[in-house]
């Protein structure tokens, strides 16, 4: 294993030199990062490659751990659940309808939810998670998708749609047939980690791959894109 210190964060990888043509790389569910180099590469040249995609790294890397080190919430008064980076306290009661109060005090900020007798504290918290991404993640959405067709010169008259969803792995998805997928767990994250995603899923219209191209639409559409990703990999393990 070789130790890598990039500007904020340390990469560790281990490089197995085998008969092929080109580099590659691979971060697995352990979250380790292997790359293959052809014999004979050159220290420097494997070094440029990962740093070139130390972004994706800290990316699988954080998804890996989302998906596999997730906390197991019981939803029971107490427990600590977040709406847009903020902590909140919450407590559990009956009601006649699923519904949802945030109290905010200088001390605690608590959420109090209440569940219907046929419901679960589970689906109440989601159904009310639900109703709150559609209206900021529609709004942050249209705004950001604005700024890539003023910035990015992207199809001016797209009809690009997204859709929320639970996804177990992945923040966002981009399809070729012109959706987004937003996790709807962004919206247990401050509005930038949501921006950041936004902002990435839109790039990929311009280019599927992540490579210089990609980043340099992401940096020219979103500049802060790099903080909000460490950002976003460091909640990971707190959500
Ligand atoms: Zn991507």
Not at 57 to 70: D, G, L, N, T, V
Not at 74 to 80: A, D, F, K, L, R
Not at 83 to 102: D, T, W
Not at 218 to 229: H, K, V
């Amino acid at each position: 294993m070789i130790g890598l210190i990039l500007s904020e964060w340390a990469i560790y990888y281990q490089v197995c030199f085998c008969k092929r043509k080109t580099l590659s790389i691979s971060v697995n569910y352990k979250q380790e990062v292997e790359v293959r180099a052809p014999l004979g590469t050159s220290w420097q040249e494997i070094e440029d490659f990962v740093q070139d995609r130390k972004v994706w790294i800290e990316r699988k890397k954080a998804e890996f751990y989302a998906h596999y080190s997730k906390i197991e919430y019981q939803y029971v008064s107490g427990e600590i659940h977040y709406f847009l980076g903020q902590p909140y306290r919450l407590i559990v009661y009956s009601a006649n309808n699923n519904q949802v109060r945030l109290k905010e005090t200088g001390e605690e900020n608590r959420l109090y939810l209440g569940v219907h007798a046929r419901s679960c504290p589970e689906s109440a918290l989601y159904g009310w998670y639900r109703d709150q991404a559609k209206l900021i993640f529609t709004e942050r959405y249209y705004y950001w998708l604005s700024q890539a067709q003023e910035k990015l010169m992207i199809a001016p008259d797209l009809t690009l749609k997204f859709a929320i969803k639970r996804l177990k792995s992945r923040w966002g998805s981009y399809s070729t047939r012109g959706r987004i997928n937003l996790n709807l767990e962004l919206i247990r994250c401050p509005q930038g980690c949501l921006d950041m995603i936004i902002c990435h899923e839109l790039c990929h219209v311009r280019e599927l791959k992540h490579n210089k191209n990609f980043f340099n639409d992401l940096s020219c559409l979103y500049p802060d894109w790099q903080a909000q990703s460490q950002l976003l990999a460091r909640l990971s393990m707190a959500y």
